[in-house]
Structures are given as C-alpha cells and as structure tokens.
C-alpha cells in the first residue's frame, strides 16, 4: 500500500503500523518517534495504517507527542499503585502541562514514603519494558470486564457512554485500564519522570463526590531534561508569591475570605504605584477612564448572556424582591455608559478604560494566591469603532502591550484564536474580524500561532503569553473583537451619511488583573522589585543614635523628591539591621554613623553590595534617574 509522508508518496507493506512506516523511512526517526499523526489524528505508533493515510511523526518537541509521554507515564503510576495498593481504586489519570496525576481512592491518604516506594515501582515497570496493547470491547462487555476487575469509577465512566458504543482499554502486563489513549509502544520508553507531589480532589470535581487521593508527576524524554525541569520548580518554589507575600508583608489570603485577597500597606504602594503607571500610559494612549457599579440587576446580565450562560459562577442577591448580581465582568456596565448619550462617526473611536472589581464563584480546589481568586481588579478597556478603524485600534492596543510587557522585561508570543464551534453572528462578521486581526499581526511583522476553534463565542482574538524569567508562560493580555454585545444592547452611532450605524468593539486587557498581575511580577522579581516599584526605595540605618537627626533629614529631603523611605533608628547592631533590609529586599541602604553625620554623606548598600560612601544629591539624583526610567 501506499502512504503519504513529508508531501510524497511511498510504497509500503499491506498491515504496516506507524511504528513499521517509521522503521523502513528514518531509522533516527523511528528511535525518537513517540506518536504519529494520521491525516491529522495522533495516534499510537503500533496502530495499523490504512493506504492512503497522511502521517506525521512526532518527537517529544512537539506538544501532542509531550501529552502522549505524559499520559503513559501516568498508566505506569496506576500500575505501581495496585501492585502496591491492591485495594486501590483507579479513577482518572490524564496528562496535563508540564505532567500528569492519577486520582485514587485509597483507604488513607498517600505519604511521601508511599511516593518513594511508588516511584520504585514504576521504575522496576519501565525497566520490564512492556508493551502497551489496545483492544476494544462493547460497552456491555466493557461494564462487565470493570465490575469483575472492583473499578466502580470506571464503571461511571462507561455508564455515560453511548449504548452503542465500542470502548477501548490499554493492556500493560497485568495490568488494564480503560482509556481512549494514544500512548507509547511500551513502558521502557518512559525514560525519565518523577513523582512530584500529592494532593485530594473531588470526584470528577464536584464538591458533592468523593474526596480521592491525587499523584501528581512529570515526564521528559531525557534525564537531562527532566533533571533542568526540576531545577525549574525548586527555583519556582523559592519565588512563590504566597510565602513572598507574607514575608515581606504585601498581600495574604487568610481563612476568613477563602480567594478575597488582603493587601497590606506595602503591597497597597506596589499596586498603587502599578495603577498611577497604568492611568498614565492609557491617558497617553487616548483613553478616559470610566467607573461602573459593582451589582446590577438580572435584566442586564440577561440582556449581556451572562444570566444564562455564566449564572453558576456569578454572586447573586435579592433587593426589593428584585434579583441583582454582583459583575463578573466589567463589560455590561461599559456598554451602558455608551448607551448614555448619541454618538457620532465623529466622535469614534471612543477609548474607555476602567479598573474595574469583579468576583466570580472559583471551586475551592482551583484557588491559588493570587493567580486565582474569587475577586479581582481587571484593567478593563473597551474601545467602540466604526469597521474602517478596527485595523488601526488593534494595532494602537498592541503597541501600548508590547510597551507596557517591555517595561517590566517580559518576553511574549502571541496567538491569534479563530472561530470556535459554538459562536455567535454571521459569517461575513467573522471574516472582517478575523481578517482584521490577521493584517494587524501581518503588519506588525512578528510571528504568532494560529488556534483554530479557540475564539470567544462572540468574536477572535489576540492573546499576549509572558515569558517569565525562569521559562514559564503566563495569559495576560488579549485584544478581543465583538460584534455581538453592540447587536445585544442596540448601541448605534450616525455615520456620515446621516443614517444609524452599529459600532464595533474591541475588549482588551493588559495586566489581565492587577492581582494575578502582581502575583507575577513578585515571582518574576523574586520580590525584589525594580526600584520605582519597590514599596520602600531606601532604608535609612543609623549605627548610633547620633546619627539620628542625620537620619531624620535625610528622610524628609527624600521624601520631599517622591522618594519612598523608612527608617531603622533601633538600637541594634548594624549588621543585624543589614541583614534585615537585605531580607526585605529593600533595593537602597543609606547606612549613618560619626563620619556620614560629619561629612553629610551617606554610606550606600544596592542589593549587590556596598557602593561606599556618597553626597546626599549625588545619590538621590541616581535614585530618581532609576525611578523616572523604570530601570530593572
């Protein structure tokens, strides 16, 4: 038969499987292929292939074939647990970024000595070598082989399947599990992975179902790479924003509000300071800022979909027996305060921004810090145009994101999200929006991937990951474009032919929220923020208290040139007040004892070490230079 590979054709045998193809095409390619793609499916390499299939080897750089590694690796950990847990029962086990987790029910929770002795186990298993093999089963025979084998979860699972369906399992050994897969030819390619953590979760996460034990791991295709991962995470650890938060007093989530941030006063300074920047560059950019009200009632979020559609994740109450809701997003209001007046072509583009609070219902399980809360702060804009100037306003919002990521040193990419299934508006509305966006990121010259299907229901968009300093990504920022919400809340303008025209409207953030956003720079940083950030700039310490009027001064005059100080007058050593600034990752250290009083200098310490002694002016003048740059 034949098959097509890399655009041509080639004559192989009747019955091959991938794993065959691959063999006779590219014997590299066979030792580092991990899955295959027929005509756009990934599938197990020993899947047979039919004539005229299109294949597509995939090595571990490519993001399916990671999934693939990921998702065998978590079939080995479920085959470890029941040799050593034979009462176990196995629920799901799929693979996610960066790695993968099995949930089980287990009669105690696992130990860490229980993930060692696991982890042992799979080794042993990758080391046996044994082949994954696929069959297939009625769903009546399928039930039957789950109930025999004491799996009531997968039992579920088969219950929500079609009568008619034919469902698949993966044999290793001795051991199967019911799975769609595609997986690894044998277990001895799980060359390197480790178990991680453990964690409890809901059954099929609802907070009604079972509490079950979680395993979470990760996998690479090499040692070196699993090892360099690691490295990652115990870099990332030392960066948490939850202990850094606390530690250097900014910001906590405390039993009493489960996901309702508390921001203390330093970390009020580093968010005001990150809002005064943002008001500045969107006034520079031709933005108003606007404020709309926290609740409003029912009729509007029926009129916005979000009634409808969003109603499980939304805080409602009642007054005056009428139903309101609290926002979970700002966009409603907005389109309120254009309804306010009318509009004219002339008038258009209208740029509106607003820091707006907004809460949504998160399940408890999904909470983390301040990357995932219940209440947050987004740096909402929307931007009401007439069809000619959606190029131009897409491409203004991306300059001010690309400026703004610039400032705080993020790298970014960006991807361009295309109609999903499940939209609203016409054909030719997504074509000029789409179209649209597409020139706008062709112009820009920089290179973006294409998600097919992943647009908002109600129109594309442009998504902005961060790069952060230890390789990880971040979404925060998208430019999405709306057709829908103008149509739903009858916003018109008069067009220069005197008529009623319906405007268009970009929706757009930057930080994506000023929360998550500081969540971020704190690990980015590590909390040691540039200086114009810093909540405290400089730390005045004396060494005796002669030196305390000295102190004082040099307090005000910084002070007096917008620069944040805090003294340390304690009678302690200095050596111990040093350490204790380094430890608040103060960015400036003046340090005062007989001579600095005497010649009216000061002895300085950066984060690097000591600078030695200098002028009063001659270091504030530095300080402010630092600060009106944004230098990092």
């Known amino acids: 038969m034949k098959i097509v590979y890399r655009g041509e054709a080639h004559a192989v045998e009747d019955g091959a499987n991938a794993l065959d193809i691959a063999k006779q095409l590219d014997r590299e390619l066979y030792k580092e292929a991990v899955a295959v793609r027929v005509n756009g499916e990934v599938k197990s390499l ?23 590694l990921r998702h065998t690796a978590s079939h080995v950990l479920a085959q470890a647990v029941k040799r050593l847990f034979p009462q176990a029962k196995l629920a799901i ?17 696992f130990t860490p000595e229980d993930l060692a002795a696991i982890e042992k186990e799979m080794q042993r298993i990758v080391k046996k070598n044994e082949r994954l093999e696929r069959f297939e089963l009625p769903r009546k025979d399928a039930r039957k082989l789950m109930e025999e084998m004491g799996e009531p979860y997968k039992v579920e699972l088969i219950d929500d399947l079609p009568e008619d369906a034919v469902i698949s399992f993966y044999r290793q050994g001795d051991f199967i599990d019911l799975c769609a897969g595609p997986h690894l030819p044998s277990t001895g390619k799980v060359k390197a992975f480790k178990l991680t953590s453990i964690a409890g979760a809901y059954w099929r996460g609802s907070e009604k179902n079972k509490m079950l034990s979680r395993i979470y791991g990760t996998a690479f295709d090499t040692k070196e790479a699993l090892s360099a991962y690691l490295t990652q995470i115990e870099e990332a650890k030392k960066r948490d924003h939850r202990r850094l938060g606390r530690q250097l007093d900014l910001f906590d989530i405390l039993d009493e509000g489960p996901g309702f941030p508390f921001f203390f006063p330093k970390g009020m300074v580093l968010r005001n300071t990150l809002e005064d920047y943002w008001r500045r560059i969107h006034r520079e950019h031709g933005y108003e800022e606007i404020k709309t009200p926290m609740m409003l009632n029912r009729a509007l979020w029926e009129r916005s979909g979000h009634w409808d559609h969003y109603r499980e994740n939304m805080y409602t109450t009642q007054i005056d027996e009428t139903d309101f809701a609290i926002k979970p997003m700002n966009c409603p209001g907005g389109m309120l305060c254009y309804k306010r007046r009318k509009w004219s072509y002339r008038d258009l ?7 707006g609070l907004v809460h949504r219902h998160e399940m408890s399980g999904a909470l983390h810090g301040l990357m995932r809360v219940r209440c947050f702060t987004q740096d909402d804009a929307h931007i009401f145009m007439t069809e000619e100037q959606i190029e131009r ?5 991306y300059d001010l994101i690309d400026e703004v990521y610039s400032v705080f040193g993020f790298d970014y990419h960006v991807e361009l999200s295309t109609r999903p299934e499940d939209s609203m508006g016409t054909d030719e509305q997504w074509e000029t929006a789409t179209r649209a966006l597409k020139n706008a990121l062709d112009k820009k010259g920089k290179p973006y991937v294409i998600n097919e299907g992943d647009g908002a229901f109600y129109g594309p968009k442009i998504d902005f990951h961060l790069t952060d300093c230890i390789g990880r990504t971040w979404q925060c920022g998208t430019i999405q474009l709306d057709f829908q919400l103008p149509e739903r809340f009858d916003l018109t303008y008069t067009g220069a032919d005197g008529r009623e025209h319906r405007p268009i409207m970009i929706h757009r953030v930057v930080f994506g929220s000023i929360e998550r956003f500081i969540g971020i720079l704190t690990e980015q940083y590590a909390g040691a923020f540039p200086t114009w950030l810093s909540p405290v700039q400089v730390k005045v310490l004396t060494i005796t208290e002669r030196s305390d009027a000295w102190a004082r001064e040099i307090e005000r005059v910084l002070e007096s040139r917008g620069i944040r100080a805090e003294l340390d007058l304690r009678n302690e050593k200095i050596g111990f007040k040093i350490r204790e600034a380094q430890m608040e990752k103060v960015p400036y250290m003046f340090v005062l004892g007989d001579k600095e009083v005497e010649s009216r200098t000061a002895a300085v310490r950066d984060r690097k070490g000591d600078l030695g002694p200098m002028p009063l002016e001659e270091i504030t003048a530095k300080i402010e230079e630092e600060i009106r740059a944004k230098a990092r």
Do not use: H, S
């Open 46 to 68: 020993p899947e047979a292939v039919t004539g005229g299939a299109e294949l597509e080897f995939l090595t571990f750089e490519d993001a399916d074939a990671k999934r693939v």
């Open 393 to 397: 306003e897409i491409l203004g919002v």
């Open 349 to 355: 583009p209208m740029r509106c921004g607003e820091l």
């Open 93 to 109: 086990g799929p693979a996610i970024e960066n790695g993968f987790y099995y949930d089980f029910d287990v009669e105690k929770p």
